[in-house]
């Protein structure tokens, strides 16, 4: 196991990025008390677009692992 070296992965983490951009949008409706957010906009629906994104993310993660 010592001789092994260790290759860095790198390279873009989606599924940190949907994560991360989720919390600041959370962080800015808490902070503002909900009076700027969109009235065209549900929350519902941004929930629903956040979990399809997450979901299919997954997915792809998933089938591209079992690819290697």
Known sequence: MADQEIEPRGGFDIVAFVFGVGALLAAGFVLTG????????DLRWVVAGGAIVIGLGLLAGSVLRQRR
């Open 34 to 41: 909900g009076d700027y957010w969109p009235d065209f906009l």
